[in-house]
């Protein structure tokens, strides 16, 4: 199953797998034509009758998320989960919510060298190693009138040394931090949501 968010709310592709969770705000859908699916979406998009999306068809959900793909832009970012000595993890505040360090991939990068990379500008942490590569995430949004799909490569990433996390001003990050498990709360209060399963697995690292 793959899940891409859209003004917050979650477009789950299933295709020929078992559906479940749906409820009477879901709008769901049997179908593997590009069109149909892009219908449908912008229907789902811009409503706010419904919270769910559910796309099913005959396809494998790997072909119909492909099918699905093919009606957007797609750009490609990389960002880490980082850890420290303490069992903290690293956030940033940018544009009003709590988000991890991420950015887009620049031409010929791995997504591995651009999250390290990114993490370094966005928050002057220079992480060590990179532990594990996570699950990516996928959103969608608006670019100058054309809808742009994001996948964000995740890496889970720790750092050993002593050096105080400080916010890239320049793309608009206010705080750069490092916080406890105790203190997640406030973050999955105030971030996105394509982003709060990561941060509750992640949790069990700490």
């Not at 593997?32 to 396809?59: P, Y």
């Amino acid at each position: 199953m793959y899940e891409v968010f859209v003004n917050e709310k979650p477009v789950k592709i299933f295709g020929n797998t078992p559906v479940h969770g749906t409820t009477s705000r879901t709008m769901v859908l049997e179908t593997t034509a590009v069109k149909k699916m892009m219908n449908l979406f912008s229907e789902f998009s811009e409503s706010g009758d419904f919270d769910m999306l559910f796309l099913t068809g005959n396809d494998s959900p790997e072909k119909q998320f492909r099918t699905f793909a093919s009606g957007f832009r797609m750009l490609e970012a990389a960002g880490g989960f980082v850890t420290n000595r303490n069992r903290e993890a690293l956030f940033i505040y940018r544009f009003g919510r709590w988000d991890l360090p991420k950015g887009k991939i620049e031409s010929g990068e791995h997504p591995r060298e651009a999250a390290l990379r990114e993490v370094a500008e966005e928050t002057g942490i220079p992480a060590d190693s990179i532990v594990a590569e996570l699950n990516p995430t996928y959103h969608i949004y608006d670019h100058k009138g054309k809808l742009i799909l994001k996948k964000t490569h995740w890496y889970r990433m720790h750092y050993t040394g002593s050096v105080l996390p400080f916010p890239q001003t320049g793309e608009g990050i206010e705080e750069a931090v490092w916080l406890a498990a105790p203190g997640f709360s406030q973050i999955l209060n105030n971030t996105y949501a394509s982003l709060q399963n990561l941060i509750r697995s992640e949790m069990a690292f700490l």
